[in-house]
Nanobody, 124 residues
Framework: QVQLVESGGGLVQAGGSLRLSCAAS????????MGWFRRAPGKEREFVAG????????AYADSVKGRFTISRDNVKNTVFLQMNSLQPEDTAVYLC?????????????????WGQGTQVTVSS
């Protein structure tokens, strides 16, 4: 029963940066893909970024490509989301999710064991 705890959210001005962390409990973190999603109030959650179990492959939503970078540290059971050039439309609760396989990380159905999320607010 994996548990995911996000941290690093906060308030930042447009153009600023934040680095989110997701700490995972469990013994098999290194075996599974991981992902980041976000959900704005009243909206469905959307895929932001994903990474395979080894960290060799990544995927990004078009809206964040070139600005966000997902990475992972399998020794520390942690996945990161570096967010640069933040804009007000990036404001959302950011959720960490564990994949159901080692290599699928591009769709919502590829993930499970959702975290509670961390709030990111970008002011204009």
């Amino acid at each position: 029963q994996v548990q995911l705890v996000e941290s690093g959210g906060g308030l930042v001005q447009a153009g600023g940066s934040l680095r989110l962390s997701c700490a995972a409990s469990g013994r098999t973190f290194w075996m599974y893909a991981m992902g980041w999603f976000r959900r704005a109030p009243g909206k469905e959650r959307e895929f932001v970024a994903g990474i395979d179990s080894s960290g060799s492959s990544t995927a990004y939503a078009d809206s964040v490509k070139g600005r966000f970078t997902i990475s992972r540290d399998n020794v520390k059971n942690t996945v990161f989301l570096q967010m640069n050039s933040l804009q007000p439309e990036d404001t959302a609760v950011y959720l960490c999710a564990r994949g159901t396989s080692s290599y699928r990380f591009g769709n919502e159905g590829d993930f499970a064991s959702w975290g509670q999320g961390t709030q990111v607010t970008v002011s204009s």
